[in-house]
């Protein structure tokens, strides 16, 4: 019926049955078809051919007033659909708690001002409950953090971007020791049970004989777990790339104990074919990517204990 509508519509614009034919590159006789063959669809007369040459009716009139619409609906249906569309409408981002802080608003500019047709919706939340939205529609794509060699469970579909690991940190000042048994001795600011970080630290401190003791459980907020660990109320563990940043790498020490490792893959998760939406989508991930490559997570992202114990005593000495 749309190609019909259509026919409809230029016979309207061009005011004869030929003059629709040359515009459409057809014969007249392929659109009289046309024309009879949706009305024969409504069961109405839309043409008055008492006239020569032949012109809608009143009820033809108001019938191309809804085909117009009707095409244009499904052309913006087709744009919508299509990845060579510019990208416009209403993108549902997800994201991981410990990812939602403030150095995602430059990969976000980056394609809002490359992109201006597009909105964003922003929501925060663990990585089974953004897979759970994903699955259901109520989320284009997620920005999430993985355990290394993981990717999101099936129909979804996993892109690793980049890669991240966890320390262990406490504040400035602190004095717990580089060693499990110290930890196993220090107070933890920790991810309620569930938390799959949590897990693999506790699995960790198990294989050396010793378990966290938990002064507090903080429900995913990483800056929460930061203002608590720099202010001495415990040893937590926080992303590399975060805690290098200029704000934080004099407020907290980094403690690695033997063997431990956390490495970390972030991944950007859909369902499928995103449409015209598929491109912006693209520069979030270039955006991210590059977040991740200039922010050196590979070194000490503090002061070493050492270091700090020689600065003191020789700030001793000086008095």
Not at 40 to 52: F, I
Not at 63 to 89: C, F, K, N, W, Y
Not at 235 to 247: M, Y
Request: proline residues 6%; hydrophobic residues 45%.
């Amino acid at each position: 019926m749309l190609d019909d509508l259509h026919a409809l519509v230029e016979f309207a614009q061009a005011g004869s049955i030929v003059a629709a034919a040359e515009r459409l590159f057809r014969t007249p006789s392929a659109i009289t078809r046309q024309l009879q063959r949706l009305e024969a669809e409504l069961g109405a007369e839309l043409l008055d051919r008492s006239t020569k040459p032949p012109r809608l009716n009143a009820l033809g009139s108001r019938v191309l007033e809804r085909a117009r619409d009707m095409l244009q609906r499904t052309e913006a249906l087709r744009s919508l659909a299509s990845p060579d569309a510019e990208p416009h409408g209403l993108l549902r981002i997800g994201l991981a708690h410990a990812l939602a802080e403030g150095t995602l608003i430059e990969p976000i500019r980056a394609l809002t001002e490359k992109y201006p047709k597009v909105q964003l919706r922003l929501l925060s939340g663990l990585g089974g409950e953004l897979f759970n939205r994903l699955l259901i529609g109520e989320l284009d794509v997620a920005i999430v953090f993985l355990p290394e060699g993981k990717s999101a469970p099936p129909p979804l579909l996993t892109n690793i971007i980049a890669r991240d690991h966890m320390e262990i940190v406490q504040g400035a000042t602190g004095k717990v020791g580089a060693d499990w048994e110290s930890l196993g001795r220090a107070p933890w600011v920790l991810n309620p049970p569930g938390c799959l970080l949590r897990a693999s630290l506790t699995e960790q401190m198990a294989r050396a004989g010793v378990a966290p003791t938990i002064a507090a459980e903080i429900h995913h907020n990483v800056h929460l777990h930061l203002a608590l660990i720099q202010s001495g109320y415990g040893v937590g563990l926080l992303p590399a790339r975060f805690i290098a940043r200029k704000e934080c790498i004099d407020t907290v020490n980094v403690l690695r104990p033997p063997s431990f490792e956390l490495p970390l893959s972030v991944a950007i998760v859909r369902v499928g074919q995103l449409g015209a939406l598929q491109r912006a989508v693209e520069v979030l991930e270039h955006g991210v990517r590059h977040l991740f490559e200039t922010g050196d997570t590979t070194k000490p992202a503090t002061r070493s204990r050492k270091g700090m114990l020689t600065n003191r005593r020789k700030s001793q000495s000086r008095k």
